[in-house]
């Protein structure tokens, strides 16, 4: 196994009633239990081990149903159903006999087939000509990226004025360098910082109760990316 801070994070131990042992790491400590980015990788990596695994993640969606205590937590994941072309997974989270998390997978066989891309790549300046924060993050897991924000930081001050925008721009990417995969990306989606922080300059308590992620890519695409920024 890689000595990555992040695949140690998301290792999971086989178990004998076909579940998976896992276990939270104080490298992605958030404000409460763990970075939600890698407990959402975590409940992937059940699927992407598991031996009837039918092609690559298309889509992923986690709820998380309770905050994840520091310590050991049981994944269970199984196909719900399983067809010519597609695999529909069904994943939960326990911790001390309680679910956690809930969430479902679609894998599929990707074909050669017609596509095409509407959205243009915004012009922004290069990672190397936009430098990464001064300070170190607050909580742990921040650290474990490194971010270089095009627009969208922080506000400079937590005054509660409305400044009329939500939207972050960055370069991202694992803190030290990691080749990109479906799991390292699952996390990256979840880096975001509350929008309404953003709009509002206001810290506002707020938590993820749902997230969803869409794999426009294929495994060999990610592969090609490699150690490289994703916008």
């Avoid at 699952?186 to 206001?202: E, G, K, M, N, Q």
């Avoid at 810290?203 to 294929?218: E, K, L, Q």
Wanted: aromatic share 10%; no cysteine.
């Amino acid at each position: 196994m890689s000595s990555h801070a992040f695949d140690e994070a998301i290792s999971l131990m086989a178990q004998s009633d076909g579940s998976w042992l896992g276990h939270t790491s104080p490298a992605y400590a958030n404000m409460v239990g763990p970075f939600g980015g890698v407990t959402a990788a975590q409940a992937l990596n059940a699927v992407l081990q598991h031996p009837q695994r039918l092609g690559d993640p298309v889509s992923l969606t986690v709820n998380f149903a309770a905050a994840l205590a520091d310590g050991p937590f049981t994944v269970q994941a199984r196909p719900a159903r399983t067809n010519r072309s597609t695999q529909h997974w069904v994943i939960e989270v326990l911790q001390q006999g309680q679910t956690v998390l809930t969430g479902t997978v679609v894998t599929a066989l990707r074909r050669d087939t017609w596509s095409a891309t509407e959205q243009t790549m915004p012009r922004v300046t290069a990672p190397a000509d936009t430098p990464p924060p001064r300070h170190a993050g607050r909580v742990e897991w921040f650290n474990r990226y490194e971010m270089r924000f095009v627009e969208g930081y922080f506000p400079p001050a937590w005054d509660g004025s409305d400044h009329g925008v939500s939207r972050t721009r960055l370069w991202v990417r694992d803190a030290p360098p990691r080749p990109l995969d479906f799991a390292s990306l699952t996390a990256l989606s979840d880096v975001f910082y509350p929008r309404i922080w953003r709009r509002r300059a206001s810290p506002v308590p707020i938590g993820t109760v749902s997230m969803t992620v869409y794999f426009h890519a294929d495994a060999a695409q990610l592969q090609a990316t490699g150690t490289g920024y994703l916008l």
